[in-house]
């Protein structure tokens, strides 16, 4: 199983609200991630966790706050958003191999707009 | 991570191979090519990834040359649920962090 869910599918939120994204999984990965997918672009890191640490963080904004509270779930903190941040946002995991190489699995994402 | 170079779009008639390219000409050894796709407003999937030798799985074939500068995806029986874009990436071995996607090649697959 290489199941990666998310929630919500959906997500519509004005630049004044607070909101949250939800990743999980069950493969007993121990990497995480967060990438950002603007329409007709490829997909682009925003955040990684390893071993419920952040390991990266590519420079995003302070209005994303990622959220590791476990090793199932991942969470992505919404908070004064601007319209420019919609987009598809896509949570992936990995087992984290040190010493080989990993493969990433991705959940269906989330398509985020922000009026 | 190397770059890769793809074109940017392909056709393929139902029932037919796909025979999808990817140059990686600075590849070197310790990179491994990676093939993800991605149906249209769903997460990357997945495909097969390899290091120098051939790769099959139940999705796709990977054929990596010798000298390892180019390799091709192929789907043996293209159906009308893989249109997609396919992104090739060519990964360090011992990168546990980002995969970096290109612009991919976007397969139009018809009846």
């Known amino acids: 199983d290489t199941e990666v869910t998310q929630t919500p599918k959906h997500l519509v939120m004005g630049m004044t609200n607070k909101k949250s994204l939800k990743c999980e999984q069950h493969?007993?990965?121990?990497?995480m991630y967060w990438y950002k997918q603007k329409a007709k672009k490829p997909p682009e890191l925003m955040f990684v966790?390893?071993?419920?640490?952040?390991?990266i963080n590519e420079s995003v904004p302070s209005r994303f706050s990622p959220e590791c509270p476990n090793s199932s779930l991942l969470n992505l903190h919404l908070h004064a958003l601007q319209p420019e941040d919609s987009a598809l946002y896509l949570c992936?995991?990995?087992?984290?191999?040190?010493?080989?190489?990993?493969?990433?699995?991705f959940g269906p994402g989330t398509r985020l707009t922000v009026l | 991570d190397a770059k890769t170079t793809q074109p940017p779009s392909m056709d393929c008639a139902e029932g037919r191979a796909a025979n999808l390219p990817c140059n990686h000409s600075?590849?070197?050894?310790?990179?491994?090519v990676y093939w993800y796709r991605q149906i249209h407003s769903q997460g990357p999937q997945y495909i097969i990834h390899?290091?120098?030798n051939n790769e099959t799985n139940e999705m796709a074939s990977l054929i990596i040359t010798e000298d390892r500068k180019s390799s091709t995806l192929i789907l043996p029986h293209a159906t009308l649920r893989d249109t997609a874009v396919y992104y090739c990436?060519?990964?360090?071995?011992?990168?546990?962090?980002?995969?970096?996607f290109g612009t991919g090649t976007r397969l139009q697959v018809f009846p």
């Open positions: 992936a995991s990995s087992q984290a191999l040190r010493g080989n190489t990993d493969t990433q699995y």
């Open positions: 390899g290091l120098k």
């Open positions: 600075t590849i070197s050894g310790n990179e491994y």
């Open positions: 990436i060519v990964r360090y071995r011992y990168n546990t962090d980002k995969l970096i």
């Open positions: 493969m007993g990965h121990r990497a």
């Open positions: 966790y390893s071993y419920e640490k952040l390991s």
